[in-house]
């Protein structure tokens, strides 16, 4: 029995004491829950549905958990129903309901942790978004890791999820980036204001080989050419590192369309309808204090120039405009100031800034190698770049490492420790779980020892402590899943494979014996705990998919 089950199980012993009793069963929800007991001496589950309910129909809540629990005790699957405190119900299923689980999860395979907890919701998720002056810094990497999990969370929740990369080809930054490349053909220093590293020698040889003639060109025209074909070789590239960390984006949108379509214009047109807009000094400014922010915001400069805040509200808009309810938005540790114009610019939009605007700000990342921050890239030159951390400890551990953390802290990732192949490595300890699974999968075939058929499955023969304590802990998934989706917290599922399932496996393959010892017949109690074991194997291999690492079957 899943806790979703249970759950309804316990909805309908309501319905039937209200009948009883004749309460008026509109005071009932349309649905409920149950949790797990902090302590394990307290039952399998545990139910506050009395103490909801008491208040609202003049029962005392310990007299209508005696009688819920009267009647969850005549229902099939439930061992017993215990009244604790003021009137929490725990509850114990019988072996039986309990190891059913295993069968559920194996029979549903990689969909077993869905669920529609937020079906209806179209979610435009916007991630990593780094200017294409240079390759992914590790900070960006970090938004790879985690925004891509949580595209994967949500649309494994029901929401339909648009993710996005937001790049500049326009603006000061730009221009630095085409000065830069111009003095790296020519031979000179870089800028004083300009980038450095070997990728800026890389592509403006690219260039080069691309445009002989470019450095005939008198200098506007030259630095052109290399803004527009330096910009197209510096995004390809990061497009293609971001591909090889497996991160794909449904759309990559170009901050130059929005001013070439005339989006900026749009944007200040209806914002002017919406009252929010005066000029003063020649400038064209939004009043984002009267929805507190710190000060107003420029949109159009004096001499016509657009600030990049105005493109920030007419790509809002044009999000909004293709029909996403939410617009989820991820930013480094320096951008923190955003959040409240951004949340202000919503609101003079005429939009509720806590539900159609999210902000999400992630920390700083170090690497460290022999306890010391490595500081610079050998071919960036002033950052750690995503290559290097890949070079350094592998896609599987960086993406693992990248989204174990709650993105507002900040992280230290020590090479030495996500490259050894131990316990204490915490990708490690779950992949190499999911390897176990495996093989005890293949030497089970090797023995003769198969699952059998699903209406043979006795799941009331798992009833070792340490089966129940694993069934418990699988059961689990769906309510992590859902709770990490809504709350943003992919290093949820993460904690959860290793605390939960690792540990509990662990323990389970130390205590209960899976295959048969040489000679020995096989019984019906190695074909359930063969069930138990993949049903395992389909939660690890579920959980580390979802945060976008692999789960092999050998390590």
Known sequence: ??????????????????????????????????????????????????????????????????????????????????????????????????????????????????SDALAGQRINLEFVSANPTGPVHIGGVRWAAVGDALSRLLRATGAEVGTEYYFNDAGSQIDRFARSLLAAAQGQPAPEDGYGGAYIAEIAAEVIKRRPEVLDLAEAAAQEVFRVEGVELMFAEIKASLHDFGVEFDTYFNEKDLHDRGELDKALDRLREQGHLYESEGATWLRTTDFGDDKDRVLRKSNGEWTYFAADCAYYLDKRERGFERVVIMLGADHHGYIGRMKAMAACFGDDPDRNLEILIGQLVNLLRDGAPVRMSKRAGTVVTLEDLVDAIGVDASRYALARYSSDSPIDIDVELWTRAKNDNPVFYVQYVGARTASVGRNAAEVGLSRGDADEFRPELLAHEKENELLKALAEFPAVVATAAELREPHRVARYLEQRVAQSYHRFYDNCRILPRGDEEVTDLHRARLWLNDATRVVIANGLRLLGVSAPERM
Do not use: C, W
């Open 1 to 114: 029995m899943t806790p979703a089950e249970l759950a309804e199980v316990v909805l309908s012993a309501a319905h039937a004491v209200f009948e009883d009793r004749g309460l008026d069963r509109s005071a009932l929800p349309a649905q409920t829950t149950v949790e797990r007991p902090r302590s394990p001496e307290h039952g399998d589950y545990a139910s506050t549905l009395a103490l909801q309910l008491s208040k609202r129909v003049g029962v005392p809540p310990r007299e209508l958990a005696a009688a819920l629990a009267d009647q969850l005790g005549r229902a099939p699957g439930i061992k017993s129903v215990e009244i604790a405190g003021p009137g929490f119900l725990n509850i114990r299923l019988d072996a039986a309901a309990a190891g059913q689980l295993a069968k559920v999860i194996v029979e549903a395979g990689p969909a077993y942790g869905g």
